[in-house]
């Protein structure tokens, strides 16, 4: 109760939240000064600002030195919740803007590389805008990941994540919300100007002396070329390149004479794709799903849910059509 009262009478009705804003600028600005100039105030406004959140809270938020500012344990800490705070006001001006206007907002969108170049990703955002021309979409390129942190969405710099989950469920942290969109199946391709694009049969050791474009040790579709050749009684062939990149490595691989791994969504829509033939060869079967990924503890806007849902309609138009096509063509390539 004491605890209760206390924030009542002395936090509560006293800490404003522009005065922890002006703290956070001044912690990324590096000095007061800086952090004046970047709120168009004055230098004494602001350290009268950061002095009344230190009276309050009673510790020392800031270290001051002649070299500027550096933030203490305390600072981190209430700057830590700051981000949601400030995030979920954000959120809020968001949602009066669209429940004003439901076709105008903005969306955040965060991508791995191995979904850069799928029909799935190009397809949504084309339908999407069509839909709600007056959305604001930004798509940023993420790094590739192999581990579960993807970067951006917990700092809530991205509304969400469009990645693909190959991680099992129990190493994924409890804090994140996977919406399931369709699985992307991998197969082994050569150029059309091949050998291999003429043969009708092609067994997994033939290939063992070819210059192979390999994804990244410890991706998926490493782990499964090395568990195929391992089923022959082979180890993994040397990459003549390695790369996290499926844009790169499907690129070269229809110019010149290699080998290499490609999702099926890449192998669609024929002159728009890449010029590769799938060779009937059967790797492991793993699913590779493309996902949406949400934070559980944050409230979407209600346009960032339109896009997933959009997402969802575009990727149930795909495993529904095209995909068939596209999974019978393939089965004509093993015939």
């Known amino acids: ?30 000095s007061m000064a800086g952090g004046a100039r970047q709120l168009g105030m004055t230098q004494p406004a602001v350290s009268e600002a950061v002095a009344n959140v230190e009276h309050l809270l009673r510790v020392r938020l800031l270290d001051r030195s002649t070299h500027g500012v550096a933030p203490t344990r305390y600072a981190d800490a209430i700057l830590k919740r700051c981000v949601t705070v400030f995030d979920e006001l954000q959120q809020g001006v968001r949602d009066v803007e669209f429940l004003a206007d439901p076709t105008t907002g ?25 839909q709600y021309p007056r959305v604001i979409l930004q798509a940023d390129l993420v790094g590739a990941s192999i581990s579960s942190r993807f970067p951006g969405l917990r700092e809530r710099k991205y509304d969400l994540l469009l990645a693909r989950m190959w991680l099992p469920r129990d190493r994924l942290e409890d804090d994140l919300n996977m919406e399931f969109l369709f699985d992307d199946p991998v197969f082994v391709v050569a150029g059309l100007r091949t050998q291999w694009a003429r043969r009708r049969k092609v067994d997994l050791a033939e290939l063992i002396d070819e210059p192979w474009l390999l ?27 390695v790369t996290f990149s499926v844009d790169l490595r499907a690129r070269l691989c229809a110019r010149g004479r290699y080998v290499t791994v490609v999702p099926s969504s890449m192998l669609r829509h024929g002159g728009e794709g890449y010029r590769l033939k799938v060779l009937p060869i059967q790797l492991p079967s793993r699913p590779w799903p493309i996902m949406v990924v949400t934070l559980k503890n944050r409230t979407l806007s209600p346009v960032a849910e339109r896009f997933i849902a959009c997402a969802h309609k575009v990727a149930k138009s795909m495993v529904g059509g095209e995909r068939g096509v596209a999974t019978r063509r393939h089965q004509r390539n093993f015939s």
């Open 106 to 130: 903005e969306v955040c969108i965060g991508y791995t590389e191995s979904i850069a170049g799928t029909v799935h990703l190009s397809r949504l955002i084309e339908r999407f805008s069509q």
């Open 1 to 30: 109760m004491a605890v209760t009262m206390e924030w009542q009478s002395r936090l509560g009705r006293r800490l404003r939240l522009r005065d922890l804003y002006i703290l956070s600028t001044v912690v990324r600005a590096g």
């Open 215 to 241: 994804p990244q040790p410890g991706s998926a579709n490493h782990d499964r070329l090395e568990e195929a050749f391992s089923a022959v009684g082979l180890k993994l062939p040397r990459g003549t390149l």
